[in-house]
């Protein structure tokens, strides 16, 4: 299922079942809706923006996929990974940005994954990751900010992962 230079107020996949990717290329939208999605593919987003302030802008709740990659996207409101279960990795890279001032940016409390990797990527609000199982390594990589004052920038309270890298991350 693949979207290209869309404009769309809404994106409604609650308990699709796809046995192939959702693939999102510089689209806008004001919010994603994947509860309980399966897709054998990946979810990519890639130039996309999405604009839902103080309230969830991606919403993905216990979706199973082979992994989701976010490379320059821009999301004002809450990344929203509950439980959510991908054999491969969550990947945010090439500048992408995950804003929500004073809340939750990234909520991925309790999902089971292989690898997490936050490269080059603006995190304003926390980052979520209670409870989470990863199988191979959380990476914060050269470029990425984790900010939120007057909180934590991350909560990792839980979390089981084989490593844990934080370089060049502030």
Do not use: W
Request: with cysteine; proline share 2%; charged share 20%.
């Amino acid at each position: 299922i693949s979207f290209t230079s869309c404009i769309l107020p809404s994106l409604d996949g609650k308990e699709l079942d796809s046995g192939a990717s959702l693939r999102l290329t510089r689209t806008c939208l004001g919010k994603i809706s994947l509860v309980r999605a399966e897709f054998r593919g990946i979810v990519g987003l890639s130039d996309v923006s999405l604009s839902n302030p103080k309230r969830t802008a991606l919403n993905a709740e216990r979706m199973s996929a082979s992994g989701i990659f976010l490379a320059g996207t821009h999301v004002e409101g809450e990344v929203r990974l509950l439980g959510a279960n991908f054999s491969g990795q969550l990947n945010c890279r090439a500048g992408t940005r995950l804003i929500n001032p004073k809340r939750t940016a990234l909520s991925a409390d309790g999902i089971s994954v292989s690898s997490v990797s936050l490269s080059d990527t603006h995190v304003e609000g926390v980052a979520r990751l209670v409870g989470a199982n990863i199988g191979g390594q959380l990476a914060c990589d050269e470029g990425t900010e984790l900010i939120n004052p007057g909180g934590y920038a991350l909560d990792a309270a839980r979390l089981t992962a084989g490593d844990v890298f934080l370089k060049g991350t502030h």
